[in-house]
């Protein structure tokens, strides 16, 4: 009988460096889209930051000075969808973050809102992905990292553009996946609950409103009702699953969504 083996502590660990590659970051100015982009330049790699947010890139690229890789910032609205695609060729790495969000009831949703937002978070990350296949599948390698939602798995009243577009991207991304698994390229959903980020802050106004309570009630009785853990998410955790899911021991991980929920849908 053969004894157990003790496991090394210096054997096997998972390689975060990304020196080499480059990587566009939709979304890139703020919250979970900076977080991402100072985390992978951390890692080394060449991370075009992509916004329409002008001075937020500025301050990004100044926040990144001196980390291993190096941050470029593109600006650009994503509503200009040719743009968005030609922009991402040449890229190993897609994180599709971009959002936005308006909380209404359907009867009172404007159409032309909800058409935005699907075209921002849905039909542009078609287009991104579109844009940067060719050089993944050339190459043998690419990750596609679609942050979605609690939203993708869940519905939420008052949310329909959001819900729709991030159900949709859930779609995509498997689709991406299976199109992509026999080319080395991977395509995963990171599905966080509400997460300490501008877009939620704004939400705990249009929240209240929608449910007539005080704005201080509206994160534990509206935001954080179903969550098991009773706190937002840090922008930096997203980053951090991010850049595990670019990594060589995430290469079984695709068509699938990681749930950084705090236990939402473990109802």
């Known amino acids: 009988m053969t004894a157990p083996t003790t496991p090394d502590p210096a054997g096997p660990s998972v390689s975060l460096d990304l020196g080499g590659r480059t990587a566009l970051i939709t979304g890139a100015a703020g919250g979970i889209g900076r977080a991402c982009a100072l985390r992978l330049a951390a890692a080394g790699a060449k991370v075009r930051a992509v916004d329409r947010d002008a001075e937020g890139l500025v301050a990004l690229v100044d926040q990144a000075e001196g980390l291993a890789g190096a941050v470029e910032a593109q600006l650009l609205d994503l509503t200009d969808l040719d743009a968005a695609e030609a922009v991402a060729a040449g890229s190993d790495i897609l994180v599709n973050n971009a959002g936005m969000q308006l909380v209404r009831p359907i009867e009172d949703f404007p159409p032309d809102v909800f058409h935005t937002v699907l075209t921002v978070m849905l039909e542009a990350p078609f287009r991104l992905i579109r844009g940067a296949l060719p050089h993944m599948y050339a190459q043998g390698w690419g990750r596609i990292v679609n942050i979605s939602s609690v939203h993708g ?73 179903d969550s098991a853990i009773k706190r937002l998410v840090e922008p930096d955790e997203v980053a951090e699953a991010v850049l595990y899911l670019c990594s060589p021991q995430a290469s079984f991980i695709t068509g699938t969504s990681l749930a950084l929920d705090g236990g939402w849908t473990a109802h």
């Open 153 to 225: 798995l869940r519905a939420s009243a008052y949310k329909s553009a959001y819900v729709a577009a991030k159900h949709g991207l859930e779609g995509l991304s498997k689709t991406a996946a299976l199109e992509g698994a026999s080319h080395g390229v991977t395509s995963v959903c990171v599905n966080p609950g509400y997460v300490r980020t501008p877009l939620v802050e704004k939400q705990i106004t249009d929240q209240a409103a929608a449910h007539s309570l005080p704005e201080e009630r509206v994160l534990t009785d509206v935001l954080l009702k």
